[in-house]
């Protein structure tokens, strides 16, 4: 059962354009949810994260926007560049509050984005 | 400022052969440490996780166990590898307590071939 879905393979976008990542959720218990971009060989890195109290969270060239009736977030990464192009994959958890432990993240299967020059 | 290093970066171990990949963090005390795998076409998938001295728990019963035997080492094992063993191999660290709203800060990885 996967709970956290990343149904795009992959996907190119035009340097300098916008690029648009989706991941879909399932488990309504999930409050707290992030982003990571991964390089070949490289361990994941943490790029922007978002709670559910809020509908979009910005740093930089990257927003992640949450529609929590949706079940659904994005991320948008503008303008895009070549250094941009990696695999990028979303994630999710329960807030300490909501009764989250320490049992780590739901991650989906990722998206490999190609920045076209 | 902290770091978490995982070593080796590659390892290629015929089946049957027992395995050990280590981690280890700096920078902080009592760390949740965590050991994910990647599997080719697949999301990163938990193994183990502990929030402790000894304290082991497991996301996924396989032949693949883990220890924690210091406070910020970490320890993935297998007596005996299968082929399907094979994967990209991330330890993982995140603050103690903050279960839930902390990212995870992942080290870089041990791509592991079981021949």
């Known amino acids: 059962d996967q709970q956290v879905k990343q149904n795009s393979p992959s996907l190119s976008v035009q340097e300098g354009r916008i690029s648009i990542l989706n991941c879909d959720y399932t488990?309504?218990?999930?409050?707290?949810f992030l982003w990571y971009k991964k390089y070949p060989a490289e361990g994941p890195t943490f790029l922007i994260s978002?709670?559910?109290?809020?509908d979009k969270n910005e740093d930089g060239r990257f927003t992640v926007f949450l529609n929590k009736s949706a079940k659904h977030l994005s991320l948008h990464i503008v303008p895009s560049q070549p250094g941009d192009s990696a695999v990028y994959f979303c994630?999710?958890?329960?807030?300490?509050?909501?009764?989250?432990?320490?049992?780590?993240?739901?991650f989906g299967k990722g998206t490999h984005l190609i920045i076209q020059p | 400022s902290q770091t978490i290093h995982q070593w080796p970066a590659t390892l290629v171990q015929p089946v049957g052969s027992p395995l050990s990949l280590e981690c280890t963090v700096e920078?902080?005390?009592?760390?949740?440490l965590y050991w994910y795998r990647q599997a080719a076409g697949r999301g990163l998938q938990l193994l183990f996780y502990s929030v402790g001295i000894g304290q082991i728990s497991s996301e996924v019963p396989q032949n693949l166990s883990a220890s924690r035997p210091q406070d910020r080492q970490f320890i993935l094992s297998s007596k005996k590898l299968l082929l399907s063993d094979s994967g990209f191999y991330l330890c993982a660290w995140m603050p103690t307590g903050r279960g839930g709203n902390s990212p995870l800060h992942f080290g870089n990885g041990t791509r592991l071939t079981v021949t």
């Open positions: 994630a999710a958890s329960r807030m300490w509050y909501s009764g989250g432990g320490a049992d780590g993240l739901t």
């Open positions: 488990n309504s218990m999930f409050d707290y």
């Open positions: 920078g902080t005390s009592n760390p949740n």
């Open positions: 978002i709670s559910s109290i809020k």
